[in-house]
């Protein structure tokens, strides 16, 4: 499994203070940038389909990549729009909701995921997960194909979870449990 990269700052996504993303070491963008641009690349999910066309035929009964790909190009523009068209009314807490189906209570720093829910074709498979750091306020973590029931039964999937919680515990470790507690943590570092 590959090793989660180190944080190394916070991109303003909607450039009010309610959606982060993550900028990892070594990579030109931050995270959402980084999903999207894979999600747009032909070569790249022809790959990622092939590689996972057992999984793809279980779940989903799709066996024809091309097929995978026009779908995802399609559920990537409905969801790049969702996110990066948020005007300042919006209200992100009904585009994000618990990374655990079962979850009955909120906690602090909760594991969020968001989906473009299109109706076209079935259940989409594209995810985008953050943290809720209260809300209205999200900090994006990653994003993943998720091609099976959990997120633990494929590396790529279990990898984004890991990455969701190194966060979570970056952010626990500078004392950052909210929107106030970040913005001083970001402020710091000026």
């Known amino acids: 499994m590959a090793i989660t990269k180190n944080i190394k700052s916070f ?3 909607t450039e009010d203070g309610r959606l982060w993303a993550v900028r990892y070491e070594g990579d030109e963008d931050n995270v959402l940038g980084v999903v999207f641009a894979q999600w747009d690349d032909v070569q790249w999910l022809r790959s990622f389909f092939k590689a996972n066309m057992a999984d793809l035929q279980n779940y989903f009964q799709i066996s024809d990549v091309d097929v995978a790909i026009d779908i995802t190009a399609e559920d990537s523009d409905v969801l790049q729009r969702k996110i990066l068209d948020i005007s300042p009314d919006a209200n992100l807490d009904e585009l994000f909701r618990p990374l655990n189906n079962m979850q009955q209570a909120e906690m602090m720093l909760d594991k969020e995921k968001a989906n473009p829910k299109t109706l076209t074709h079935h259940r989409s498979w594209l995810r985008i997960y953050a943290l809720k750091l209260e809300d209205g306020c999200y900090i994006i973590t990653g994003g993943a194909i998720k091609l099976t029931r959990t997120m633990q039964e ?3 999937t279990l990898e984004e ?3 969701q919680e190194k966060v979570r515990n970056f952010l626990l470790a500078n004392h950052i449990i909210d ?3 970040f913005v001083d943590y ?3 570092l000026e």
Do not use: K, Q
């Open 11 to 13: 991109d303003d996504i």
């Open 154 to 156: 494929r590396e790529h």
């Open 161 to 163: 979870l890991l990455r």
């Open 179 to 181: 929107t106030d507690s």
């Open 186 to 188: 970001l402020a710091e």
